[in-house]
């Protein structure tokens, strides 16, 4: 299996959620056992070594590689999710998006000072949502070692907001 193989299994679906966005579905490679199980693998590879504590991963499709990886890297799952679906006490960050706010939270004892946490999710855009979810994870004292996604999006430069975030990304388009 290769990068390519992974990159041709993404899906274009034109004009969803709304007209003008061109949408990036993964569902067609998480169906496909050896594709799912080779993109988890190569963040695998990448992090084996780096003795991460915790994964944070974002709501909600964060939570399907991150979830694999955390079990395999013998880390803490932290999922990072929409304001208003945490239970226990939070700590909310807000962003803009191109129509008014949103708001991302996590519990406020997900992270210890000092944790070596790796923030994942499926794809990079704007790099709004993985921007407040970076400044949920400094809150917390967390020592934030990589920002990882399957997909980016080179165009829209999401990679300048995260500043010196060091990013990952399987592919980009
Ligand atoms: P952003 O905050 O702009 O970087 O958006 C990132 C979030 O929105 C991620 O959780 C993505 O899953 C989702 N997203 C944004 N744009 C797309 C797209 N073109 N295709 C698929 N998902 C997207």
Known sequence: VSAEDLRQAIRDVPDFPKEGILFKDITTLLQDPTLYREAIDVFL??????????????????????????YELNAGLVPIRKKGKLPYKTIDVSYELEYGTAEV??????????????????????????????????????????????????????????????VFSQMTF
């Open 45 to 70: 590879e990448r992090y084996r070594d780096q003795k991460i504590d915790k994964i944070a991963a974002i709501d909600a499709r964060g939570f399907l590689f991150g979830s694999a990886l955390a």
């Open 105 to 166: 939270a996590v519990h406020i004892d997900a992270i210890k000072a000092g944790e070596r946490v790796l923030l994942i999710d499926d794809l990079l855009a704007t790099g709004g949502t993985a921007q407040a979810s970076v400044e949920l994870i400094r809150k917390l004292e967390g020592d934030l070692v990589e920002a990882a996604f399957l997909i980016e999006l080179g165009f829209l430069n999401g990679r300048a907001k995260l500043g010196d975030v060091p």
